[in-house]
């Protein structure tokens, strides 16, 4: 039972990371319609800047303060590009211009940080075990799960209550109708991007303790975030939890119990829902 | 086809009599990767589709043949293609059904998703049986054709062949309704045509061209490693056939001369290959963006 227990809390400190990853995945798709094939490139350059913020200021809380700060600088630049192909009716050229992307942030990290593999500590604070009654945990994948559910409850009151969330919502649901009233969807598409860049980001520091930075690491995140609003629905914060919810419990599950095969179990998650669900568990609602 | 494809067609045929084994290793290369490239080409110009994991039906037609031919011998090199080209089929038509039933922007995810998945298995699931991570070496050339310059032209006429077959089937009235497919889905759909099976058939043909692709570079380079099958691969595939115009029938040759001849031509000041083939991509899709406006994707 213990174990049983081990291998959930594993589970969900990883669902925490691939939601921080969807999130803002799902968004950029559901406002703009672009599938930014990039994202996994931000999730992996947040892991190498906080790896280099830690090395240089010591602390780890620092890193992970600057690093979502860094990559938002990069994300403007990023995004000056990916305006070039925004629009409907454009799903090639975003395709061909994000995948591009994703492979000049591969190989411009692999030129900076080379291709060994770094890691990063926990925090002291953190680098210890916690004794949860039933099992005695370390605290690291915890505090992991802490924040994933800190942030997912700010995306909620994000979305639900502010002037930002509802435009978003405007913008996702009926492009034309929310521009014919007023709503900047361009924007609101900015932001959106600037706001998903950042929390992948923060996703890739504070995987850093708990996976292996490499080169590579980029597209295997970018696959496991497409998996994910695959599974969730594509558009909203809500399918992407839930998606990252189930993929992680199936990665954790797979890991313990098939330990090369954790992607296959993961792609079968996928393909159950593809035939049962084409839309995602959650498609077509917002 | 482009008036001045021919004369590019003349100009490969007449590479053994030029240069050394570098050109014919080149050539062999171009060869391999257009069959690959113009089964990209061919995807997008009849559904309107964009595959961004064709890396698994190329690298695994290379697997499926090695794994065959170095356990019985090279004398059954005709079955290993046979058996290569219909598990490319199979694998693109599963892959297919489950990216096709609902929007168009699945299908993308799903192929990216699905050559993952086939390289990590490949590399770590069976290391056993694929070689994992340094891939099978000594693979035999097929009886016949040991020679580089003859396998080269038997290659070469093989992709005439295609060519001629693509032409053929664009011309028929089958693809006549599959060109109309990638300018407007709705109306063909409308006319009672069952686009799913269109775009099912399309998807199939693909996987088994790209899979002849690649037993095909394999029989020529005598190896196989898990970087077939990995996203760099499908990347470069997918630049080829955008560069070539992805349209046109010549689309896939076209780019992979080109990027061939790049990337000979590159790699020898730099390491950073992958950088330029992102800028490549990001240029590819500004000037698309430019030249023709909007152009649509299947949904």
């Given at each position: 039972?213990?174990?049983?227990l ?36 931000f ?39 990916v ?35 770094l ?64 709503v900047p ?96 568990l959650?498609g077509?609602?917002? | ?36 490239a ?106 016949g ?24 089937f ?71 056939a ?5 349209r ?32 490549f ?16 994707v299947?949904?």
């Amino acid at each position: 039972m213990e174990f049983y227990l081990f291998v959930l809390l594993n589970g969900l400190a990883y669902a925490a990371l691939l939601f921080l990853l969807a999130a803002g995945l799902s968004l950029v798709y559901g406002v703009g319609r672009v599938l930014h094939l990039a994202h996994g490139g931000f999730f992996m350059l947040g892991g190498y800047m906080g790896y280099s913020l830690y090395q240089w200021t010591g602390s780890f809380w620092l890193a992970l303060a600057l690093a979502p700060l860094l990559a938002l600088a990069l994300g403007l630049l990023a995004e000056r590009l990916v305006r070039v192909v925004y629009g409907p009716e454009r799903a090639l050229e975003q395709v061909l211009f994000t995948f591009g992307m994703a492979f000049v942030i591969s190989d411009l990290t692999r030129l900076f940080w080379g291709a060994q593999v770094l890691g990063v500590p926990p925090p002291p604070a953190l680098n210890r075990p916690m004794d949860l009654g039933a099992v005695v945990y370390p605290a690291y994948p915890l505090f992991l799960i802490l924040i994933g559910a800190v942030v997912a409850l700010g995306l909620w009151i994000l979305m639900r209550f502010t002037r930002f969330g509802l435009e978003v919502r405007a913008a996702a649901g009926h492009p034309q109708m929310a521009e014919a009233l007023g709503v900047p969807t361009t924007q609101v598409l900015q932001r959106t991007y600037l706001l998903g860049v950042a929390l992948a980001a923060l996703g890739g520091v504070l995987a850093a303790p708990r996976i292996a930075l490499a080169p590579g690491l980029d597209f295997t995140m970018l696959i496991l975030g497409l998996i994910v609003v695959v599974v969730g629905g594509l558009g909203s914060v809500s399918g992407a939890l839930y998606g990252a919810l189930l993929v992680g419990l199936a990665d954790s599950f797979g890991r313990t119990f098939l330990p090369q095969f954790a992607l296959a179990v993961i792609f079968l998650l996928m393909a159950l829902v593809l035939v049962f669900r084409p839309e995602g568990l959650l498609g077509g609602r917002r | 086809m482009n008036r001045w494809f021919p004369w590019l067609l003349a100009a490969l045929a007449l590479v053994p009599l030029l240069g050394g084994a570098y050109a014919l290793r080149l050539g062999t290369e171009v060869v391999a990767w257009g069959i690959a490239a113009t089964a990209l080409a061919f995807l997008y110009r009849t559904t309107g589709l964009v595959s961004l994991g064709h890396s698994a039906f190329f690298g695994g037609g290379a697997y499926a043949t090695a794994l065959l031919v170095k356990n019985m011998g090279a004398s059954v090199y005709p079955l290993a293609v046979l058996l290569a080209i219909l598990l490319g089929l199979a694998f693109s038509l599963i892959l297919s059904f489950l990216g096709l039933r609902s929007h168009g922007i699945f299908f993308l995810m799903l192929t990216l998703a699905f050559s993952q998945l086939v390289y990590i298995l490949v590399k770590q699931g069976f290391p056993g049986i694929t070689g994992g991570d340094d891939g099978l070496p000594g693979v035999p050339r097929p009886p016949g054709l040991e020679e580089p310059a003859v396998y080269y032209l038997a290659g070469l006429a093989l992709l005439l062949g295609i060519l001629l077959l693509y032409r053929a089937f664009i011309a028929s009235p089958l693809g006549q309704v599959m060109d109309a497919l990638r300018q407007n889905e709705k109306r063909v759909e409308v006319l009672g045509y069952n686009i799913r099976r269109l775009k099912l058939l399309a998807s199939g043909l693909s996987g088994a061209l790209a899979a002849l692709g690649g037993a095909y570079l394999v029989g020529y380079r005598g190896f196989v490693h898990p970087h077939d099958l990995s996203w760099t691969t499908s990347g470069l595939l997918l630049v080829m056939a955008v560069v070539g115009g992805m349209r046109p029938l010549s689309a896939g040759v076209v780019g992979a001369t080109i990027l061939i001849a790049l990337e000979a031509f590159l790699s020898s000041y730099t390491d950073l290959w992958n950088l330029f083939l992102g800028i490549f991509l990001m240029a590819a899709a500004w000037t698309a963006l430019r030249s023709r406006g909007a152009i649509h994707v299947g949904a």
